[in-house]
């Protein structure tokens, strides 16, 4: 059986639609920094510097290196003196975003499941983020890091690879100190979270429509529903 699960955060966790959250975040921030940088100037290289991290497949480098080489430099300004400004935003602005979220009832009660048959329990969200941002978004789903002990919340200041990269798949099994096979990944998107969990060995449950058709081959996929189908499946076959 598994000895590790992996949850997506996004829209798997926490009901978040991306095509209205991102863009709010992207705004509230480049308002937020309007004293320095034109919105629109700061936009455009913070997309592409993300832009860069996506596609980057050093794995000696952090995802937060790879984006601090594009996006720092663009801007003419170091990290060291914009970071209290970032700080800022986060713990001032950031939180109102909650709002275009909403949590999702069996998210804990998973979580919670999970703990205690001795899992490690690592969130799998997109390292795209600083660590701040997810904290606050893994509040706002009901299973803070506060209350979990997680070994592994994946964000881009510690991790060398993004979804859907197998690597990202493959790093977080070996700083679990565990085999693909013992690992079953849990998320919404097929081609971010399924997919690429299931081309490295991992087993996944696909966080969808039960009558949505798989697009892909299936031979690791344990189910597909919504996380209380999940939770009444674990529950079961042990």
């Known amino acids: 059986m598994f000895k590790a699960i992996l949850l997506d955060l996004d829209n798997t966790l926490l009901q978040n639609d991306m095509e209205t ?137 510690e991790m060398h690879a993004t979804k859907p990269h197998r690597a990202y798949y493959a790093e977080i099994a070996c700083r679990l100190g565990r085999q693909p096979e013992e690992c079953l990944m849990v998320g919404d998107e097929w081609e971010m979270d399924i997919a690429p969990a299931m081309a490295v060995g991992m087993a996944a449950y696909w966080v969808a429509a039960s009558d949505a058709r798989p697009p892909g081959l299936e031979d690791r996929l344990v189910g597909q529903g919504d996380l209380a189908g999940l939770l009444r499946w674990l529950t079961t076959a042990r």
């Open 21 to 157: 959250f991102v863009p709010a975040y992207l705004s509230a921030l480049a308002g937020f920094v309007a004293g320095h940088f034109p919105p629109e100037t700061f936009v455009r290289h913070l997309l592409r510097a993300t832009d860069a991290v996506v596609a980057h497949t050093d794995t000696a480098l952090t995802n937060m290196q790879v984006f601090d080489a594009v996006f720092f430099p663009a801007l003419g300004r170091s990290r060291e003196e914009m970071e209290p400004l970032f700080d800022e935003f986060y713990a001032t602005r950031f939180p109102q975003l909650r709002g275009l979220t909403r949590p999702i009832p069996t998210a804990r009660p998973l979580v919670e499941w999970a703990f205690a048959q001795g899992w490690q329990v690592a969130i799998a969200t997109n390292p795209l983020f600083p660590r701040t941002a997810v904290e606050q978004r893994l509040e706002w789903a009901g299973v803070a890091v506060a209350e979990f002990p997680y070994p592994l919340v994946t964000t881009y200041e």
